[in-house]
């Protein structure tokens, strides 16, 4: 038996509900996993609301850390009493046990605790193919990053800054601001009382940046495509403000000859490889102290609701995880 969030209609953070559920057995290449920390992340959110559509009744979150309690015929990668993770999926995260496949499973290095792994993994795996492969950045750069402080955004400003890259930060208030620039984002915009178009032409003498990272979506959306530089890239990959409506593809030709993408992990860690390689970047940069992880905010299982609250009113900062 676990402890498990389930929701069973799509709706605010109340639609959460913490109840017993049943494991199934270990199969071939199962593993038993007694989580130690879920991260919360605004995927979410979306899947509970219905912007992203699940069949009912379902479980939620995709990233957690634990350790092994025991394993199905034939597992080899992993092995009990062993700490690991995973940071995409399956489903089903906010949990206090949980049955996985053994080849979503990835060792904890020493140097990372269980809340910095659950809270690290999607959101640093995501910066990770942002940066390297969707766009891959160059020294010398200079590059604009919408919710700079957030839990994705905290982590590319370390590893931007690390990689020689200039970022152009947006947030949503002075707090966050200063949460910005204390991770190496050099120019931070409070969109909230500045016009970031102007001030990335102003910043970047009227040439713009060859590449916006954008996490919010349809709030910040056309003002991006005006902060581009002659077939610059637009990487939009989260709708915190809600989904970037249909465009004419004319649009992109007429700023720029631009180029707009709508990436997802899932596809840059499709196989166990590309997994493990991710991951392994990830790793050595926490590892090294490049990179740091903040736990913003942590709460129990059991008040997924409040946790989703403070999400949705931006009143988080960093990673957010629940402890079972």
């Not at 049943?22 to 219905?50: E, F, K, M």
């Not at 370390?158 to 966050?176: A, F, N």
Request: some cysteine; glycine content about 12%; charged content about 15%.
């Amino acid at each position: 038996m676990a402890k498990a969030i389930r929701f069973r209609e799509i709706g605010g953070p109340e639609v959460l509900t913490l109840e017993t559920v049943d494991l199934p057995d270990l199969g071939p290449g199962d593993v038993l996993l007694r989580q130690t920390a879920v991260g919360v992340n605004y995927i979410d959110t979306y899947q509970r609301s219905g912007l992203y559509a699940l069949p009912l009744p379902s479980g939620l979150g995709l990233e957690a850390a634990g350790v092994v309690e025991a394993v199905g015929p034939g597992v080899s990668l992993v092995a009990v009493g062993q700490r690991v993770c995973y940071g995409t999926g399956p489903l089903g995260a906010y949990a206090d046990r949980r049955v996985m496949a053994e080849n979503t499973l990835l060792a904890i290095p020493d140097t990372i605790t269980d809340s910095q792994a659950a809270g690290m993994m999607l959101r640093g795996m995501t910066v990770r193919y942002l940066i390297r492969q969707t766009f891959p950045v160059q020294a010398g750069m200079t590059v604009l990053l919408h919710a700079a402080a957030g839990g994705v955004g905290l982590i590319a400003c370390q590893w931007l800054k690390h990689l020689g890259v200039t970022t152009i930060g947006t947030v949503g208030s002075d707090e966050k601001a200063a949460l910005a620039r204390a991770h190496g984002c050099s120019h931070v915009i409070n969109y909230s009382t500045e016009n970031f178009v102007e001030r990335v032409r102003e910043i970047t003498g009227g040439q713009g940046v060859p590449v916006v990272y954008d996490g919010v979506g349809a709030a910040v959306f056309e003002g991006s495509l005006d902060c581009l530089q002659r077939r610059g890239m637009m990487v939009t990959f989260g709708n915190a403000s809600g989904p970037v409506p249909p465009i004419a593809p004319a649009l992109l030709s007429q700023k720029g000859s631009l180029f707009l993408t709508r990436p997802t992990l899932a596809h840059y860690t499709a196989d166990r490889r590309e997994l493990v390689d991710t991951a392994n970047d990830l790793f050595a940069v926490v590892g090294n102290g490049a990179v740091k992880i903040d736990i913003g905010q942590s709460y129990a299982l059991a008040d997924a609701v409040k946790a989703h609250q403070d999400l949705a009113g931006r009143r988080t900062t960093g990673s957010t995880v629940l402890i079972p």
